[in-house]
DNA sequence: CGGCATCCAGGATGATACTG
DNA sequence: CAGTATCATCCTGGATGCCG
């Protein structure tokens, strides 16, 4: 979504909503495809294959690249077994458990909003 | 960021999360401006101009195109004054200050998460 | 005053092929 | 299986100048 990874680190002050923390929140969830993969594994643990093929319209580089940029920001635990074949693992950490509520509200906002 | 207005219109029957409802939600939200802007217009009505001086690292052109597309969301009214010389002014729409609350807690969520 | 038109740079995403 | 490398494309946003 057109957010930039660009901080925006002007302090400028507002009272009701600080947005730099919105900003930054905001920041972390506008990837491409971000929000439908963390909605997924917020059901479950996912292996790497099981999430490309949920959603076959992502590349695997997309994939890889989003769900990279989700264990940065601390939202996912890559779990990687010593195996052959090897196995990888997504789970969502608490912050992003606790996120879920959120943005449950969210999407009950942009639902009624979508109706109009 | 990222996120791009292509609707992301896969049906994906996640029951925790609509993340197209979110998806929209969050598209509408991931502008490079317009937290700020929305921020701000909770306060009170502006026009074009103090806008303009209240962000002067937000070029015109951005600000009339987040504005706008603000606008075309929903969430900002925009009044034209047949006057001369002109007066346009902004102010949030019902369903933007239902939105401010759940900013809110996101921000407070993104405040927390960035102490860490 | 409140914009819009044009041009442009850089980042985000996509397509495809390849590897430990 | 779980990615990475490379190249191509699209989109956002910035810079500048002009207009009703």
Redesign the interface.
Known sequence: ??????A?T?S?N??????C???????M????WK??L???L??KTYRFHELSEA?P?ITERMLSMQLKALEQD?LVIRTVYAEVPPRVEYTLTE?AV???P?????????????G?
């Open positions: 979504m057109g957010v930039r990874k660009k925006s002007y400028l507002e009272q009701f909503i600080t947005e923390d919105l900003t930054y929140a905001v920041n969830l506008a990837g491409r929000l439908q963390l909605a997924r917020s059901k959603y319209h601390g912050r606790e996120l879920m959120i943005l449950d509200r969210l999407s009950a906002w942009g639902k009624k909003q979508r109009k």
